[in-house]
């Protein structure tokens, strides 16, 4: 695992001791936008540490279609189900951001690694930042504006990348907000008035972060106050 790659805050977490986390068995791939990591059902045959992707986590609904739930970016991991056991997945996980990770075959988790408290201590802290996520998510798209909605999730996504910038159009962003594309449109320019966002064909780059704050929901800062994000 070269140094030279940014790194994911997971297996910086484990490398206490300042080796790598079963360096070994790590493989670096590239991961294309629209790339399905896992699809509910299936068996978890590798786990997933992002370093410049970022994933959306989407939980099927009832009469069809998915909605997305979660981010997962340089903060965590995918395929979490298999550190606790469970090698199946609930749901599926799609690449927003087209970008790298580091992948390791769920063979390798009983090899030579990190100490399991370590192990445990990274994966149960995860695992409540990712149930938090969750719950503010149900809570935001229930309470809030568009507007506001928007600025919250372009600070989570902002947050878990290297880069001011997203490879990922407006109309990408209809399913993860469950909104329609002109409110989405009208509060991007919004936005981009303001001076906060630049939207370009294919790209969203952040101007200021300031800005985004302050047009952001109470649901962002309450996110940052209990993970520090």
Known sequence: MSEDHPSNRILAALSGDGQVPWSEHLQWVNLPAGHEVHAPGTATAHVYFPTTA??????????????????????GMLGLAAFMGDFFESGRAVVLHPGAAWTLPVSALTAHGP????VTQAVLGYLQALT??????AL??????????????????????????????LSDLTAQLDAPLDALAGAAEQLVRLGALACEPGRLRLLDRAVLQAQACDCHALSQSKRGM
């Open 140 to 169: 935001c798209q229930r309470t809030h504006s568009v507007e506001q909605r928007l600025c919250r999730w372009l600070l989570m996504a902002f947050n878990r990348l290297p880069d001011d910038a997203l490879a990922i159009d």
């Open 115 to 118: 100490d399991s408290v370590r």
């Open 132 to 137: 938090d996520q969750m719950s503010q998510t």
């Open 54 to 75: 970022l994933v959306a986590l989407m939980q099927p609904m009832p009469g069809g279609g998915d909605v997305s739930v979660a981010l997962v970016g340089n903060d």
